[in-house]
């Protein structure tokens, strides 16, 4: 099954209690609850919101706040914690809680320090933990580097963002080689989006545009994948649904 949902609410509603039977009425089937300022939602309301969203047949995920480096030793503990309480708020959704690692600065040893940090919170949440694949140079997550880490952390997954993979290979992509490496996982947890670039990798995101969607959705359905796709387009809804038409297309 292919899932495509919006990473936030969708901006003609105001509240996640309203994304969700929008998200259903419009054919979507996931969003991404956006903690990257802050974990400002109780764990009452994630219950709520995991029990309507399993009502709705819409999967939620968790993004946990982007004020996050597992490589610094001076801001690990903070870190771990602001994960943690994402991840008590994820519990109640059926996706990951997906984090940025951490920034390479001075360490050499940042691969070990991700590695510690995720087998120490794996074993305090019962949410999956999921890698970001990340976009700029300076930050820790290629796909061969979180691939190790999640492959030896039982409850931890790689997210693959495209768009930061596109950025950071400077405007190449191979999707089959992707989809290749995480063709052990059952269901892939997955961001899409235009992105601009420039020599340190992601810029900002984009509407859809580059990398290309199409060629994706072809090899998605010839796979059969089973997949989640959070749209992080500036254009949020609209250009999940401009997926969702693409997808539909070419069935
Ligand atoms: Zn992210």
């Known amino acids: 099954m292919i899932r495509i949902g ?54 939620l995920s968790v993004h946990a706040p982007y004020y996050i480096n597992l490589c610094n030793p001076e801001k690990r503990e903070a870190s771990v914690k602001r994960i943690l309480d994402s991840a008590k708020r994820a519990e109640f959704f ?90 052990y996982l059952k269901h892939v947890h997955a961001h899409f989006s235009g992105i601009n670039y420039g020599d340190h990798g992601e810029k900002n995101h984009e509407p859809i545009g580059h990398p290309d969607f199409t060629e994706l959705a072809k090899r998605l359905l010839k796979r059969k994948m089973d997949i989640t796709l959070i749209c992080e387009s500036p254009l949020l809804e609209k250009d999940a649904l401009k997926m969702k038409s693409i997808l539909e297309s070419l069935k």
């Open 6 to 59: 919006t990473a936030g609410i969708p901006s003609v509603v105001k509240t996640s209690q309203e994304a969700i039977p929008w998200l259903r009425e419009h054919s979507l089937g996931a969003m991404e609850v956006e903690f990257v300022r802050g974990v400002k939602m109780s764990t009452e309301t994630a219950k709520k919101l995991g029990e309507l969203s399993k009502k709705n047949n819409v999967a």
């Open 94 to 183: 059926d996706g990951p809680v997906v984090v940025h690692a951490g920034f390479y600065g001075k360490s050499d040893h940042c691969f070990d320090d991700v590695l510690e940090a995720c087998e120490e919170m794996a074993s305090k949440t019962s949410a999956t933990i999921g890698l970001e694949t990340m976009g700029r140079t300076s930050q820790f997550g290629t796909l061969d580097e979180l691939l190790p880490i999640v492959k030896k952390v039982d409850g931890c997954v790689p997210v693959v963002d495209f768009a930061h993979i596109y950025a950071r290979n400077f405007g190449r992509i191979d999707y089959d080689e992707i989809l290749d490496k995480v063709s």
